[in-house]
C-alpha cells in the first residue's frame, strides 16, 4: 500500500486513468492512512459505505482533504469554531464542487485556526495541530490541518483558504506547497467569510504541479460570487525547465536582520539557484510594505466584526439556552461560542468602525491598501516576480506566542502585502534551517509573487525552481 | 503613556459587538487592544491626502445576471439547521424580558 501513497497527484491521476490503479482502490488506501491521523489535522472524515459515483476528470478518484472553513452538504462543517458545533450545512461551496465535477472526492474535513483567525492553529476550539516535523511545534495557521494532512501523509492533497497568509505559511512551516490565487480567482460562494476582500481558496499540494492540477480544476466565474472572475485561459500543468529572461525583485525594506539567520541562509541559497537557472536578481523599493500588517490588522478585523455578526443563535449554529431575552440571547451565545482570538478581532474591528475612529482607522488602512498595490504595480512594471522568505522563521513551539497576539500577527509579515493587493502568491520549500534556538532542521518556504491573474507564469517559474531545488525532505515515517 | 483604549471603552465596545465580557477578560482585552492599536496606529500619521482608499481589489461594476426565477432552497431544508424552527420560521425568545 506504501507506494500508492508514494505517489504525488499527477502520478496517481495518470495511473488511474490508465487503469493501472482502481479509483476505489487508491481512495481506500487514503482513507487507511487518513484514519492513523495523530497530528489532530482532521475534525471529521468523511464515512464510506455510501455509493459513490466517481466522475470522469482530470481528478478521477483523487481524496482531497478540506479545510472545515468550506460547507459540505450534509457533513459537519465548524470552521474550527464552538459555535457551528453539530452544523450541518445545506448546500457545498464551488470550489468543492468544482473538485467534485472533476473527479475528486472528499477525504475529510481538516482542523483550522477559529474562523481562520490565527498562524499557529492553536486558535482552534478543537484543539492544535502537531507539526509532522516535531510534534512539538505547529504547523502554522490557519490551514495548518491542511498543511499538516499533506506533509504528514495523511492526505495526498488539500484545500485552504488564504486571507493574510493562511495558505502560504502553513505550507512553507509544513514543508509543502501552498499557492494563494488571485483574488476572484476562486468562487468564495460557501467558503465561510472571515474578511470578504481578501479570502481566497487554493491548494496546499506534494509539489507545484499538483498546485496547477488543483487551481485548473477549481478557478473560474461562479454566479454565486459577484466578485469570482475565474482565470483567463485557464491553468495548465507546469513544464518550464530554466528561467531565462525573467527578473526577480527582492524587496530593499526586507531587512535582512528581520528573519532568523537559518531561514536567511535558505533564502540566499534559493537566489542563487534563480540566478543558475538564468533568471536575473534585483532589489526593488516597496516603501508601503511595512505598513502591511498595520493595515491588515484593521480591515480584516474590521470586516470580519461585520461579517461574524450573523452568528447570533437565530438561523444555524449553537444557541444559548438559559438567556431571558433576544438581547441576552444574542450576548449569551456569542461569548460562549466564540473563543478568545476572534473576539479579540471583532473587538477590534468594531472599535475601527465606530463612531470617531472609522476615519482614523479604516478611512486611512484603505489608503494603505491602495499604496502597496501601487508598489506592487510599479514594480511589476519592470520585474516578473517578487520574491521574499514565506515566514520569517521555521515553525515555531507551541504556545510559544499565544500570550503575545501581536508578536504572533507579526508572522504575517511577508505575506500580508500581497493579501492586500489582491495578487497570488506561491510558497514552495526551497531547505531546512535549525530554529533559532538549536534543534532538527525544519522546512524553509519560498515565496514568488506575481501579477493579477498570471497564475500560469508563476506556476511555471515554481515549478523550473522546484525541480532544480530538488527538496525531497519528509518528515521522519512519512513515506513519498 | 495613556493607554489606546481604557475599560469604558472596551465596554462601550463589547456592547456594540454583542459580547459580554468577564471581568479577567476585560482586563486582558484592555491590554491587549491597547498594544495592537498602539502598533496600528503607526499608520495614522502618514500623509495619505489625496490617495484614493481602496475597498476591493478587482474593479467590477454591475455583475448582472438574467431576471429569471431558479430554485433556491426548500423552506424546510434552509429551517432544518436552526436551533429551534417553528412552524416555517425561527422561533427566538421574547425581545422583552417581561413581554
Known sequence: MGGLLELTVAQAAAKIAAGEIAAEEYYEAWRGAAAGDELNAYLCSVDDGAAYEVEEGPLRGIPVAIKDIFCTEGTPTTAGSRILEGYRPPYTATAVRRLDAAGARVLGKTNMDEFAMGSSNENSAYGPVLNPWDRGRVPGGSSGGSAAAVAGGLAPCAIGTDTGGSIRQPASLCGIVGLKPTYGAISRYGMIAFASSLDQCGPLTRDVTDAALLLAAMEGRDPCDSTSVGIEGGVVAPSQEDLKGLRFAVPSELGRDSFDAGVREVFEATLARIEALGGEIAEVSLPSAEHGISAYYVIAPAEASSNLARYDGVRYGQRAETAADLVEMYETTRSEGFGPEVKRRIMLGTYALSSGYYDAYYGQAQKVRTKIADDFSAAFAEFDFVVTPTSPSVAFGLGEKTDDPLSMYLNDFFTVPMSLAGIPAISIPTGLAEPAGGGPKLPVGFQIAAPAFAEQKLLEAAYALEQAVGFESRPEGVDG | ?99
Open chain 2, 1 to 99: 503613556m495613556r493607554p489606546m483604549i481604557d475599560r469604558e471603552q472596551v465596554l462601550h465596545v463589547a456592547k456594540l459587538a454583542r459580547l459580554r465580557l468577564s471581568e479577567p477578560e476585560l482586563e486582558t482585552m484592555t491590554g491587549e487592544l491597547s498594544g495592537i492599536l498602539e502598533h496600528v496606529d503607526r499608520i495614522g500619521k502618514l500623509d495619505l491626502e489625496g490617495v484614493e482608499p481602496t475597498s476591493h481589489v478587482v474593479e467590477l461594476e454591475n455583475v448582472l445576471r438574467a431576471d429569471v426565477p431558479r430554485p433556491s432552497l426548500p423552506r424546510e431544508v434552509a429551517l432544518a439547521p436552526a436551533p429551534e424552527p417553528l412552524d416555517g420560521a425561527f422561533r427566538v425568545p421574547s425581545p422583552q424580558a417581561d413581554a
